[in-house]
């Protein structure tokens, strides 16, 4: 007690006006909101607001495909969506008759997981809108006792409901409960199926990761191929032959190729703003700091600027050096504590890791490998001791975060939703306040929404880079446990101390009061009645939320309408200058953040279960935001947005667990209501308390019956292959997989990034850099080439080789046209499609799936099998260097970034000069044309490797040509087959 008095003693130090005024308002901070805001004007605007929204919407969609339907112009056949019409009403059609089994194909499991989270939440409501409200409401309004100043909300709610009438809210209890339980059940049942289809996909069967295993923590006796053999042995000791993969350490490599991102980035955007209207060139230069991470940063004087362009394009070239250095060496590096085994057989592969889901051999852990675009590599080789410091270390953070934002909370809740609050308790404050009220009635007006917005986006990004550092091995599982944070944290800060804050402040305060007056602690603790107070408080609170959840169908027309989108696009467009690479990203389509939805959804749940025997009112809100929202979001799925990441809907036992525990949290609060209002004898809050133990029970039976058949294929569940390309001869097999390559380190193989440069800066461009991209390196620069910018000799342009009298591109550089700033012709690119769901197919085949080795077999991100044959939308080619024909299987020599080969027959003069460096993924190795010969032919030379051109950046050789196969190596063996197989078909 002496720190409450402390406290006590605290807020008076200064006089009582100030110090009382503050007592008062934290007393009921959200006071003022709650009169501020009425269920009928919430009604009407958000409603009003919605239809309005939508009108806009319909009317700009036809106009604005870029931002409204940008699925349909970049999806391939198979995923692309259902077609629409212009008329103004022509998207609600495919909306209302496209089935789910229709959505499985055409936007993945994860989305169509999440639209039947939403039906399932709207059905939930619904029915129990019917009982709450056509049981509780009547017993209330019957058995109430009324009293002069109470409105119909409050008669809606059992404040005035005392002894026996609560038993309605006993029965409804158990009611609401078998309601969640049951529609839980049921659709946990549709998820086992959906699973099951999934897994019978002819995507899955064909894919590497369905039939791989991940272990992870391998010690280091047994890291090598070897070794992770013998420990799945020890699992499964009658397994069949695998084929392993152990992680080499690539050390800084990732490192490097993040700073070369950021300064290819860098250096566009300087060109961008510097050639922004070639034909007036600014006066100066841009000039920039030298990087920190420069060796030779300590070689220039603090402080000074160099040439922007100039350095960063010898900072490139330079990282680009090291990066090829590095990965030449990075098999002479230690191996890391995990691996990869592939087998034959996707039974095979889910039977072991059944088998090994609660064993370790030697401390490992044996999984099923996520896809490789899922894995968050930079966390891999952290050991067991580490992740488990870094999930304490990393739920500290959230736990400060959640206790530290209760002070903020409130003080937002008492000042910015009433500045006059502010006044009472700052005098100078008040006399602004009152000499300039319209400017504070709109600040008041603007900074609240604006706060609560800003921490809704804010929130997301900071509990992400937690779960980064936390050691979370793959992104699905990130976000997983982002959705899961933010839930805790919203129903801790905005639900819990939300609804409780008001009465602890008052029974702290009338417990001081008490034991300044002499009074025990104790008997004052009693006599406060905490129970009754909180009771009064959550029926109080109560119409707020109804408010609050009407208003969530405002947000829902938000989304739809791409407000944020339409403004951010037009504005960068229009006063800044964007660099080709953000002019592409612009049109991409956005990644659908499945965490912060999520983490609404079961908020709102919460909220309304909590809520629903005190304030019967919110079920209906809530139901009707569930109802509007489940056909605007299917919208957004299947037109606008994609799934970054496929998990194949595991998003789907986060949400059941926060639910069966949104239902127990009810409970709770049905308890104290019938507790404090029921009869003597406490039999309607007896009642209760078997509850949240049923769920519980209900929780553990779902686990044991479908948990398994949901993660893993066992016995005869495993499906018909049903496309053509895999049904292969089995000859095929272990030329095909390519574990080490398809489940390594991406920094080993991926392109880097070649600076985009606007074409019609191209002919200034060359002046810019004199002599320095004339080196005489450059494969096919002359002697003449090599006098330009050190000599006043006049050196004519590069020719192209297959286009005489063209000139050849700017080395180094890939320069876009006008009419190719469009995603739709970059989306093959690794780097471009990585962020917009790229991996997952939905722009051709998914970048694991297994091929048959065919001359021009797809490409990752293609799906064209004929290197020569012309698409609807062709992709740039590199001027100078002949499309490689006649090859078998696919190497670095692929060409195209949408994996496409296309001859020069298919390039305008405006695509002459593209410069494409997106190299594959090494898929197999082309045939060695004799051993001892090395290939000189420049055409068969990897284009691109380290990205840059044919040739890499500023002419850079990228590539090194083996002189003689190696007759130990796997490739070695495996090319012989090839070639006696071709040879006797």
Not at 144 to 149: V, W
Not at 748 to 757: A, D, F, I, K
Request: net charge positive; aromatic share 12%.
């Amino acid at each position: 007690m002496d720190i409450l008095r402390s406290i006590d003693t605290l807020l008076r130090r200064d006089g009582e006006s100030g110090a009382d005024k503050l007592l008062d308002l934290l007393k009921n901070p959200y006071q003022a909101q709650l009169a501020q805001n009425s269920v009928y004007a919430s009604l009407g605007t958000s409603i009003g607001f919605t239809l309005l929204l939508a009108i806009g919407f319909s009317l700009l969609r036809p106009y604005n495909s870029v931002v409204y339907a940008p699925k349909l112009k970049i999806a391939d056949d198979k995923h692309a969506p259902p077609p629409m019409g212009r008329g103004i009403l022509a998207w609600v059609g495919p909306v209302l008759k496209t089935t789910e089994q229709e959505l499985v194909s055409l936007i993945g499991l994860d989305a169509v997981v999440f639209l039947r989270i939403l039906r399932m939440c709207r059905n939930i409501f619904l029915v129990m809108t019917l009982i709450g409200c056509g049981v509780l409401i009547p017993i209330n309004l019957i058995h109430g006792q009324s009293f002069a100043n109470e409105n119909t909300l409050s008669r809606v709610t059992p404040v005035n409901t005392f002894d026996l009438p609560n038993y309605g809210m006993t029965v409804c209890a158990w009611l609401f409960n078998l309601v969640v339980a049951g529609f839980l059940w049921w659709n946990y049942k549709v998820i086992l199926r959906l699973r099951r289809q999934y897994y019978d996909s002819p995507e899955y069967q064909a894919s590497l990761h369905a039939r791989t295993l991940m272990i992870n923590d391998i010690p280091k006796s047994h890291r090598s191929d070897e070794g992770i053999g013998r420990l799945i042995d020890a699992v499964v000791p009658t397994s069949s032959f695998s084929r392993t993969a152990v992680a080499r350490n690539v050390k800084e490599l990732p490192e490097l190729i993040e700073q070369h991102g950021k300064t290819v980035r860098e250096l566009e955007g300087y060109l961008a703003k510097y050639l922004k209207d070639p034909n007036n060139l600014p006066a100066r230069k841009p000039e920039c700091n030298v990087h920190k991470d420069d060796p030779n940063w300590g070689a220039f004087p603090k402080g000074q600027k160099v040439d922007a362009i100039e350095y960063l394009t010898g900072r490139i070239k330079e990282l680009e050096i090291e990066i090829k250095e590095v990965r030449l060496g990075v098999d002479y590096r230690n191996p890391l504590p995990y691996g990869f085994a592939s087998y034959e057989e996707i039974a095979e592969a889910h039977s072991i890791a059944f088998a090994a889901k609660n064993k370790h051999p030697e401390g490992t852990t044996i999984v099923l490998a996520p896809r490789p675009n899922d894995i968050i590599w930079k966390n891999m080789p952290l050991s067991r001791s580490q992740r488990r410091t870094r999930r304490i270390i990393n739920n500290l953070w959230v736990l400060l975060l959640t206790l530290v934002w209760i002070a903020p909370n409130a003080m937002i809740s008492i000042f910015l939703i009433s500045l006059s609050n502010l006044g009472h308790v700052w005098p100078a404050f008040q006399t602004s306040l009152a000499a300039n009220t319209t400017w504070w009635s709109i600040v008041q007006g603007v900074a609240s929404p604006a706060i609560t917005s800003l921490v809704y986006l804010i929130l997301p990004i900071i509990f992400r880079r937690l779960a980064i550092r936390a050691g979370d091995r793959t992104k699905t599982a990130r976000e997983r446990h982002v959705a899961a944070k933010l839930y805790t944290f919203f129903v801790f800060n905005f639900l819990i101390v939300f609804s409780v804050f008001s009465t602890v402040w008052t029974f702290v305060s009338s417990v001081i009061k008490a034991t300044n007056k002499g009074t025990d602690a104790w008997t004052a603790i009693k006599d406060a009645d905490f129970g009754q107070g909180l009771f009064i408080a959550l029926c109080d609170l109560s119409p707020f939320w109804i408010t609050w959840l009407l208003q969530r169908n405002l947000g829902a027309a938000v989304d739809l309408a791409q407000l944020w989108t339409l403004v951010w696009s037009f504005c960068a467009r229009k006063f800044s200058s964007p660099t080709p690479r953000e002019m592409i990203e612009l049109t991409a389509p956005p990644a659908f953040d499945y965490a912060s939805y999520y983490n609404y959804f079961l908020f709102y749940s919460t909220v309304t279960l909590c809520f629903a025997t005190i304030q019967p009112l919110v079920i209906p809100a809530c139901a009707l935001y569930f109802l509007v929202d489940i056909y605007l979001k299917k919208y957004l799925l299947l037109y606008i947005f994609v799934t970054k990441t496929e998990s194949g809907g595991m998003f789907w036992r986060m949400f059941y667990n926060r639910m069966v525990f949104a239902t127990i949290l009810s409970n709770l609060v049905v308890f104290l209501a019938t507790w404090v209002h029921g009869n003597n004898t406490h039999t309607q809050a007896l009642a209760v308390i078997p509850l949240p133990f049923l769920m519980l029970l209900f929780k553990w039976y779902c686990k044991r019956t479908f948990d398994d058949k949901i993660h893993y294929i066992t016995g005869s569940a495993q499906g018909q292959l049903k496309d053509p390309e895999a049904l292969h001869s089995k000859i095929f097999d272990t030329k095909r997989d390519r574990l080490a390559s398809r489940f390594g380190h991406p920094a080993l193989y991926r392109p880097l990034m070649t600076p985009m440069v606007h074409a019609k800066a191209q002919n200034i461009l060359a002046s810019i850099y004199g002599g320095r991209l004339t080196d005489s390196n450059t494969p096919g620069s002359g002697e003449a080439g090599s006098l330009s910018g050190y000599s006043d000799t006049y050196a004519l342009n590069p020719m192209q080789a297959d286009h005489p009298g063209k000139k050849a591109a700017i080395p180094g550089f890939e320069m876009v046209p006008e009419n190719r700033l469009d995603f739709a012709y970059f989306k093959g690119r690794h780097e471009f499609g990585e962020e917009h769901g790229g991996s997952g197919g939905i722009y051709g085949k998914a970048e694991d799936l297994i091929r048959p080795d065919t001359p021009g077999s797809s490409s990752a991100f293609g799906t064209d099998s004929r290197p020569g044959t012309p698409n609807r939308t062709p992709p740039p080619f590199t001027p100078g260097i002949v499309p490689v024909r006649n090859y078998s299987g696919v190497s670095y020599d692929a060409q195209g970034d949408m994996g496409y080969g296309h001859g020069p027959a298919y390039g305008g003069s405006e695509t002459a000069n593209l410069v494409h460096g997106a190299a594959d993924v090494p898929l197999s190795t082309p045939p060695i044309s004799g051993r001892g010969q090395r290939e000189t032919s420049q055409e068969h030379r990897a284009p691109g490797f380290l990205g840059g051109g044919p040739q890499g950046y500023g002419g850079l050789p990228q590539t090194e040509v083996e002189d003689e196969a190696d007759p130990l190596s796997y490739d070695y063996f495996r090319t012989r087959r090839q070639n006696a197989w071709t040879g006797a078909i």
